[in-house]
């Protein structure tokens, strides 16, 4: 079992940045891959960025490539996503979630545990 708490998100203006943090307790937090995925209203979750439990690879949207950074700090364990240069489009509900070691990263299924949720809005 893991438990997944996020922090983080709310309001910002176009080309401002946000930084989301999702705390991990419970089995070794090294051992699963981390994603984020956001879902705005009426519309399917989809995937953000995803790091691998060694950390070795990350994978991103298009969307957000270049502009959002996913990274994990094992010793904390705690994934993050710093957003920067943010777009109206990026407005929606932000998830962690948590697969075990070799997943398909872009699939929501794949994920086992999931975090709470946390909304972030951008304005134009």
């Known amino acids: 079992q893991v438990q997944l708490v996020q922090s983080g998100g709310g309001l910002v203006q176009a080309g401002g940045s946000l930084r989301l943090s999702c705390a991990a307790s419970?089995?070794?937090?090294?051992?699963?891959?981390m994603g984020w995925f956001r879902q705005a209203p009426g519309k399917e979750r989809q995937f953000v960025a995803a790091?691998?439990?060694?950390?070795?690879?990350?994978y991103y949207a298009d969307s957000v490539k270049g502009r959002f950074t996913i990274s994990r700090d094992n010793a904390k364990n705690t994934v993050y996503l710093q957003m920067n240069s943010l777009e109206p489009e990026d407005t929606g509900g932000y998830y962690c979630?948590?697969?075990?070691?070799?997943?398909?990263?872009?699939?929501?299924?794949?994920?086992?545990?999931w975090g709470q949720g946390t909304q972030v809005t951008v304005s134009s």
């Open positions: 979630a948590a697969g075990y070691r070799w997943i398909t990263y872009y699939s929501h299924s794949q994920y086992r545990y």
């Open positions: 419970g089995r070794a937090f090294s051992d699963y891959t």
């Open positions: 790091i691998t439990w060694s950390g070795g690879n990350t």
